[in-house]
């Protein structure tokens, strides 16, 4: 067995206002608050002297490390989003940055709002427009009928109400 993984497709470039905001915020922080606390806890745990067996220069240098890594990876992937900030020339069908009610079979009720992949964390009801669901509503109008292959097996829904602004 192989431990090659194929490469993870790569994920949309778009992003609202806010979550482009949070993101430029936890950079900030990262850059400007929290790396030089632990860069000069590193340099007081280096001042004691053996640093082999020097816990909190070892696991000061490993934070170091993973903060570097996440402000890379910030800088990168903010400097290749779109943010959306207006809402599509056709409300009544669902794009990017859409509020969507959904009524399935059952008659269960739920609302979710189409974000990228960075935003999916901020809030609950909040899904990735590269998830299943995500997908299956893009570019669908209001009344229309889908069926989305899940985990839990293939579930059909109505498309009950289309919003861009939160209610």
């Known amino acids: ?3 090659y993984r194929p490469p993870a497709p790569p994920s949309s470039q778009y992003i609202t206002p806010q979550g482009a905001e949070r993101l430029r915020l936890e950079l900030d ?3 400007r608050v929290e790396r030089p606390q632990v860069t000069r806890a590193v340099a007081e745990a ?8 020097n816990a909190e220069y070892t696991y000061g240098k490993r934070r170091l490390r993973e903060i570097d890594r996440r402000v890379r990876f910030l800088r990168k992937r903010l400097d290749g989003m779109v943010v959306v900030d207006q809402p599509p020339a056709d409300p009544r069908r669902v794009f990017f940055g859409a509020w969507v009610t959904l009524e399935a079979e059952d008659g269960e009720s739920a609302r979710y709002r189409i974000v990228g992949p ?14 299943p669901l995500g997908r ?7 009344d229309e009928e ?3 292959a899940l985990p839990g ?11 861009y602004t939160p209610a």
Do not use: K
């Open 118 to 131: 960075d935003e999916i964390d901020r809030e609950p009801g909040f899904i990735s427009m590269d998830s």
């Open 153 to 163: 097996g293939a579930r059909r829904y109505v498309i009950v109400e289309i919003g």
């Open 136 to 142: 299956a509503l893009l570019g669908r109008r209001l």
């Open 29 to 31: 922080t990262l850059w």
């Open 1 to 3: 067995m192989s431990r």
């Open 146 to 148: 889908l069926s989305v």
């Open 46 to 53: 280096a001042a004691q002297g053996d640093r082999s067996e």
